[in-house]
């Protein structure tokens, strides 16, 4: 059921942008709850019960997000996810972005861009946008399909996206923006919401700038979760995959953010391989790892290992030659289902991985290229190929999960940046 409080979801005769704007600022000033400190503390106890309901809920049915995959844009489609829900049972997953003009665009086929299956769970929708009604519309059509949390994208450099007025990672030069978007999107959900985002863009790159951020989103909106993607955007245009290698990363800005706001959720994310890794940081008091890449370039050995090594419950223990026969099933029941698409080339495109550094990977990315041009199905797909990766890799269970010492995250401790006192806070309680 949606909640009552902030917006409540549009009458169709209503003019919407007027409800948006009137209704969040309920939420993110004193209009509503006056100006005195008892009434600020009313409003801030309000809205933390209201988290805490929400957080119950999804808490109550799955394992909490110490590990999810990535959003990422064409790569974790539904494809994807259910690949690697067929790997791992309680990982986290996170759709691609999509715009909140999409879905309010594609209001007639959502389901394209919104179903996923029961199996997915817990799953995460991300979306972009820089259009309060937009996201408020996108949120409340979304809200149907059940997702665990809404994520709003802050982080991505892309100039498809960031050239499109303050979108993506140049919201984080706004907070003010970020928290009434979140503010609107809250309210016309049941999820829980978080916000992803980089540690700085350009020249604004300071600790203090990243803090200011975080204080005035958490502050001014229910967003008690945030995903910290430990690199600078450089918009200097260089390319959206450059700009997840050259600005360095600094995981002592994620950890001085632990330190700084023991009150948030805060996940950390960014050139974290594997499970023993993943382990690393939250030994360091991560409250969650965020894995792209190597979850999708190598998802069985990145994947494999998180039920046990991770959530420390067993794991799947289906091989990969079983794995594929359940993603066969998928594959054939969900081909052209929207006209042409998916193609068989979508379905088989997260498999491309799940071979990596086998032996027989190389052969049989050949015969995939070969075989894709005639294909009509999976079934036909995988017996043309399968043949060659030996049976020993296709009847193997993931097998024993790496255990390396990884000194990464402890030596940061000497490095965090100096302590942040919140400007504002410091001003109003004066
Ligand atoms: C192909 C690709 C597409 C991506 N698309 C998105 C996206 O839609 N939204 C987002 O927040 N981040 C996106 N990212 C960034 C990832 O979510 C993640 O922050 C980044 O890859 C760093 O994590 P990693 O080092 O574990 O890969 C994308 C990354 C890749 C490689």
Do not use: M
């Given at each position: 059921m949606m909640k009552s409080t902030g917006l409540i979801l549009f009458a169709s005769c209503t003019p919407k942008i007027s409800v948006t704007i009137k209704s969040h600022r309920r939420l993110s000033?004193?209009?509503?709850?006056?100006?005195?400190t008892k009434a600020r503390k009313l409003f801030a106890y309000n809205q933390k019960r209201q988290l805490n309901r929400k957080h119950v809920m999804v808490a109550a049915r799955y394992l909490p997000p110490l590990f999810s995959v990535a959003p990422m844009m064409d790569w974790t489609d539904n494809h994807y996810r259910t690949l690697a829900r067929l790997i791992s049972k309680h990982a986290w997953l996170y759709t691609e972005m999509l715009a909140a003009k999409t879905i309010v665009n594609q209001k007639g086929s959502l389901d394209k861009f919104l179903a996923y299956t029961s199996?997915?769970?817990?799953v995460v929708l991300q979306i972009g946008g820089s259009n309060l009604e937009d996201l408020a519309k996108a949120a409340e059509l979304a809200?149907?399909?059940?997702?665990?949390e809404i994520n709003f994208n802050c982080g991505c450099p892309s100039p498809k996206v960031a050239g499109h007025g303050c979108f993506g990672v140049r919201l984080m030069l706004d907070p003010e923006f970020v928290a009434e978007a979140m503010s609107v999107i809250a309210a016309n959900s049941d999820a829980p919401v978080s916000v992803k985002c980089r540690i700085g863009v350009d020249d604004h790159d300071s600790y203090n700038e990243l803090c200011e951020f975080i204080y005035k989103v958490s502050s001014r909106s229910p967003t008690r979760h945030f995903i910290i993607h430990s690199r600078k955007a450089l918009?200097?245009?260089?390319s959206p995959a450059d700009n997840r290698k050259i600005p360095?990363?600094?995981y002592e800005y994620y950890y001085a953010l632990l330190r700084d706001f023991p009150d948030l959720r805060l996940t950390i994310n960014g050139g974290i391989n594997g499970v023993d890794e993943v382990n690393a940081a939250r030994m360091e008091g991560a409250h969650g790892v965020m894995v792209g890449r190597a979850a999708y370039n190598n998802p069985w050995y990145t994947l494999g290992h998180v039920d046990t090594a991770v959530y420390g419950e067993p794991c799947t223990d289906l091989t990969r030659r079983q794995v594929l026969e359940k993603y066969m099933v998928y594959g054939d029941s969900i081909m052209r289902k929207y006209g042409h698409k998916p193609t068989i080339r979508d379905v088989v495109?997260?498999?491309?991985?799940?071979?990596?550094?086998?032996?027989?990977n190389g052969l049989w990315k050949r015969k995939v290229d070969a075989v894709l041009r005639h294909c009509p199905t999976m079934k036909f797909f995988l017996e043309e190929t399968?043949?060659?990766?030996p049976d020993s890799v296709l009847d193997s269970t993931v097998g024993e999960a790496p255990s390396g010492c990884i000194d990464t995250f402890v030596k940061l401790k000497g490095i965090l940046p100096p302590p942040y006192t919140a400007r504002e806070y410091e001003a109003l309680y004066a």
């Open positions: 000033s004193n209009i509503f709850y006056g100006n005195s199996e997915q769970h817990p809200n149907a399909y059940c997702y665990d918009l200097n245009g260089i360095p990363l600094k495109k997260p498999l491309l991985g799940l071979f990596h550094s086998e032996p027989g399968l043949v060659a990766i």
